[in-house]
C-alpha cells in the first residue's frame, strides 16, 4: 500500500464537484482525497491547493488530465446539429492541451503527496521532477495493456478503472468504438491488471458501499476510490441541477456526446439525441457543446448538461463527507466481519 493513502479516496472530480472543502474533510475523517486540475487554469489550481492547506494539515493529491494527440474528424455536421437543435451558437472546436505543462510546473513549485495522472502517460521527465520535490506518481488504467504500458515508468500506484465508473472512461487511446477502447469491469480489471504487473492496485468505479470497498480490497486493491458517493455531500461542488438528478431514477450510459470522449452519465434528452452522431475528438467537442451546457444549467434544463454518474449512482449515501467517510468505513468493517463469519461460524 502507497504510504499515508487511506483504505478510501475521495475521487477527483473535474468540473466542479472536486473542492478544497470536499478533499480536507475526507483527509480530516480519515480518508484521502484528490483536487481535480482539469479544466481549471494553473492560478486556479495553485489556488485550490493553498485553500485546501488552510483547511488541514494532512496530506492530499491532485489529479492531472494528460494531453492526447488532436483528433483531425470533421466535426461540421455535429456542430451544425447542435446549433439547429438547440438555437444556440457551439464553442469553437479548439483542441487544448489543458494548461497541462502549466500545472506541472505548480505541482513541481508546491509539492503535493500525490499526483495522479489520467488519460494517458505522463512523461518519464515529468514523473522525474515531480518525483524530486517528493510526490507520489499514480496513473490511471483500464486495462492490463495500459497497465503494462505504466508499469515503465514505475509509479507507486495504479488506479484500475472499471467500466462501470461515472465520468470520463481513463482510456489512453479512443479506438472510434462506442466505448472507445476495450472494457473490463472492475473485478475483472484488477484480477487481469493484477497479474500483468506487480503494483500496488486502486480500485475505482461503481463502489459507493462498504461493502463494494471490502469487495475490491480482497480482491487485490490496496484501497477504494469513489466518486460518484461523495457528489451529493454539501462540500461537493456538484451543480444543483445534477444534484436533482441523482435522486431521480435515470439509467446511465456511456457516450461521447458531450465532450467526444466516451463518458458515463445520466440518460438524458442530450445524450440519446446525439450519442449516436458525436465524433471521438476530445477535448474538442467539449469546446463545442460547453455553451449548450452552460445556458441549460443557467435555464434550469438538466436535459443538456452533462450529468455524470457511477452505475450504482441510486445507492450512493448523502451528508457531510465526514458522515460518508465514516458510514463506509462502518459498512466496509460490518462486510468483512460477515464474511469472516461466513467462512469460520465460530469468528465472533
Not at 140 to 146: D, N, Q
Request: hydrophobic fraction near 45%; aromatic fraction near 6%; include cysteine.
Amino acid at each position: 500500500m502507497i504510504p499515508s493513502i487511506p483504505r478510501i479516496v475521495v475521487a477527483p472530480m473535474a468540473g466542479g464537484p472536486s473542492t478544497p472543502e470536499l478533499v480536507a474533510g475526507a483527509v480530516d475523517a480519515g480518508a484521502y482525497g484528490f483536487l481535480a486540475a482539469g479544466y481549471i487554469t494553473p492560478v486556479a489550481l495553485a489556488t485550490q491547493i493553498a485553500a485546501t492547506r488552510a483547511l488541514t494539515t494532512k496530506p492530499f493529491g491532485v489529479n492531472v488530465f494528460v494531453p492526447g494527440e488532436k483528433s483531425s474528424v470533421d466535426l461540421t455536421g455535429y456542430a451544425e446539429k447542435l446549433r439547429s437543435d438547440y438555437g444556440i451558437e457551439p464553442g469553437g472546436p479548439a483542441w487544448t492541451d489543458d494548461e497541462y505543462p502549466a500545472k506541472i510546473d505548480v505541482l513541481a513549485g508546491d509539492p503535493v503527496d500525490t499526483v495522479s495522472f489520467t488519460f494517458g502517460l505522463p512523461s518519464v521527465a515529468d514523473v522525474q521532477r515531480l518525483r524530486a520535490v517528493g510526490s507520489k506518481i499514480v496513473i490511471t488504467v483500464t486495462s492490463p495493456a495500459e497497465a503494462r504500458l505504466a508499469a515503465a515508468l514505475r509509479p507507486d500506484a495504479l488506479c484500475v478503472q472499471g467500466f462501470e465508473a461515472g465520468a470520463h472512461r481513463g482510456i489512453f487511446t479512443d479506438d472510434g468504438s462506442p466505448s472507445g477502447a476495450p472494457t473490463y469491469g472492475l473485478l475483472t480489471a484488477l484480477r487481469l491488471v493484477g497479474a500483468a504487473v506487480d503494483i500496488p492496485l486502486i480500485a475505482a468505479g461503481g463502489l459507493v458501499h462498504g461493502a463494494d470497498i471490502a469487495a475490491v480490497l480482497t480482491a487485490g486493491a490496496v484501497a477504494a476510490q469513489l466518486g460518484t458517493a461523495f457528489l451529493r455531500c454539501p462540500e461537493a461542488g456538484t451543480q444543483p441541477l445534477h444534484r436533482q438528478a441523482l435522486g431521480e431514477n435515470r439509467e446511465t450510459a456511456v457516450t461521447r456526446a458531450f465532450s467526444g470522449r466516451p463518458a458515463r452519465a445520466l440518460v438524458n434528452r442530450f445524450l440519446t439525441g446525439n450519442t449516436d452522431l458525436a465524433p471521438a475528438a476530445y477535448p474538442q467537442v467539449n469546446s463545442m457543446t460547453k455553451p449548450i451546457r452552460a445556458a441549460a444549467a443557467q435555464a434550469g434544463d438538466p436535459e443538456a448538461m452533462s450529468l455524470y454518474a457511477g452505475q450504482a449512482y441510486s445507492q450512493a449515501p448523502q451528508g457531510p463527507v465526514a458522515e460518508v467517510v465514516a458510514r463506509l468505513d462502518a459498512q466496509l468493517r460490518a462486510a468483512i466481519r460477515s464474511a469472516c463469519s461466513a467462512l469460520d461460524p465460530a469468528t465472533p
